[in-house]
């Protein structure tokens, strides 16, 4: 799909779910497909996010001096952090999904961290978290596709880069023995790039165990000893960039 | 009993107000980035949606209903001020103690910034779209103009707003690009 056959009207009307299933599921499609395509989306997506955070908080009209700011809630900074890093993954060519709304993850100082280091950052060189936190068939299946874009785009522009899959919650069974069906096509992204490591969340495989009152057996490639949190915070702080399914 | 039934409504409805009253605050706030304004047309909102109440036929419409009233409140106030754009200087955000807290105000008052230099038709569909959540048809309902005019308004808000705030990542220069909040 060309890129000029979506007008930025149309695409609006696609990120405010204003079409139908057809037409939705077509740019969806497009979107895996082209990256013109994608980084529109994303540009149009960021300001929205944008825009809707920036008014999350407003100054209280019976201490307009300066109260607003000081008591600006963590969530708000939550919610701007998903939208800046938004902003960079647009800029940087990355999608940023939906999901980037009610992230839990990203705090604001991570981001304002992110921030100073960015000015830092070897240009040359990307780093990339891929956060995945639903078991969804279809959005894992997402999750790999756009990794593997993520790996080809960057090796055919000779661009270095480093890509953490990061699994939470229910995204653990993607690397699960026995229960997910992608265990081969994840051996293979590793085993062709050694740029690429595998995490699932120790909090969540320990719920996980609990619930299901048994032990579960994941993937020998993933990282087990931390937790999603741990390793999301600790690279944000490092300039990564953060994408989320 | 009629009367006890009443008044159980009547509280209700005075409860259904004041859940709404800190949004409907905040977008009052995005379209005229004053405080006090912003607290008078919410309170003027309240009042008339009270004495008002029985026209609502509908529950389910509350919401629209509700910042019906606040925009054409705005609007009354935008006719009697006789002017339309850049109302009162925005001097009433403070200043954050704190660097990095100063550094994420910048970001706020940067992406306000640029709302507050859309014209006021844009400005008023974009935020009921992209902060208060409202889908194109309810955003007719609420500006009283054709889905069309709503897609298009959008539209143009959005691509000005994405030139406005495009460098806001741009090449790590953030924290220094940004511009001050008026």
């Known amino acids: 799909m060309n890129d000029k056959t979506y007008t930025d009207e149309k695409l609006n009307l696609f990120i405010d779910q204003q079409l139908d299933t057809d037409e939705n599921d077509e740019i969806r499609h497009s979107i895996l497909e082209d990256a013109s395509i994608r980084e529109r989306v994303c540009q149009l997506k960021a300001v929205r996010e944008l825009v809707g955070y920036a008014y999350e908080n407003v100054p209280d009209p019976d201490n307009a001096s300066?109260?607003?700011?000081?008591?600006?809630?963590?969530?708000?900074?939550?919610?701007?952090?998903?939208?800046?890093?938004?902003?960079?993954?647009?800029?940087?060519?990355?999608?940023?999904?939906?999901?980037?709304?009610?992230?839990?993850?990203?705090?604001?100082?991570?981001?304002?961290?992110?921030?100073?280091?960015?000015?830092?950052?070897?240009?040359?060189?990307?780093k990339i978290i891929l956060h995945v936190t639903t078991g969804d068939i279809y959005a894992v299946k997402g999750a790999l596709d756009e990794a593997e874009q993520l790996l080809a785009s960057y090796r055919d522009a000779g661009t270095p880069m480093k890509l953490d899959i990061v699994t939470y919650r229910e995204g653990i069974n993607m690397m699960r023995v026995g229960v997910s069906p992608y265990l081969d096509r994840i051996e293979g992204i590793v085993d062709n790039n050694d740029n690429v490591s595998l995490y699932a969340c120790m909090r969540s495989i320990d719920k996980a165990q609990k619930k299901e009152g048994k032990q579960l057996v994941m993937m020998e490639k993933a990282v087990t000893d931390k937790t999603a949190q741990e390793l999301i915070s600790e690279r944000l702080q490092k300039g990564w960039i953060y994408i989320k399914v | 009993m009629t009367k006890i039934k009443n008044l159980f409504a009547a509280t209700r409805l005075k409860q259904e107000f004041a859940d709404r009253r800190t949004k409907l605050y905040r977008v009052a706030y995005s379209w005229c980035h004053n405080t006090s304004l912003a607290d008078d047309l919410v309170q003027e909102t309240m009042l008339k949606a009270m004495k008002k109440a029985d026209s609502l036929r509908n529950q389910a419409t509350l919401d629209t209903w509700l910042y019906r009233i606040l925009l054409n409140n705005w609007h009354d106030y935008l006719r009697v001020q006789g002017r339309n754009v850049e109302l009162y200087d925005v001097g009433d955000e403070g200043q954050p103690e704190h660097a990095d807290n100063y550094q994420k105000s910048q970001i706020v008052g940067r992406v306000r910034s640029s709302v507050e230099r859309l014209p006021m038709s844009l400005r008023e569909v974009v935020t009921l779209a992209d902060f208060a959540g409202f889908s194109y048809a309810e955003i007719a309902d609420i500006v009283d103009i054709p889905i069309g005019t709503v897609m298009s308004r959008l539209y143009r808000a959005r691509q000005n707003l994405k030139e406005q705030l495009l460098d806001l990542a741009g090449e790590g220069k953030l924290p220094v690009k940004l511009m001050r909040v008026k």
């Open chain 1, 66 to 126: 300066g109260a607003g700011n000081a008591g600006i809630s963590r969530y708000l900074w939550k919610g701007i952090a998903a939208s800046l890093l938004l902003a960079i993954g647009m800029l940087t060519g990355w999608t940023v999904n939906d999901a980037a709304r009610s992230t839990q993850i990203a705090s604001a100082d991570d981001v304002f961290q992110y921030y100073k280091s960015a000015a830092q950052v070897n240009r040359a060189e990307r």
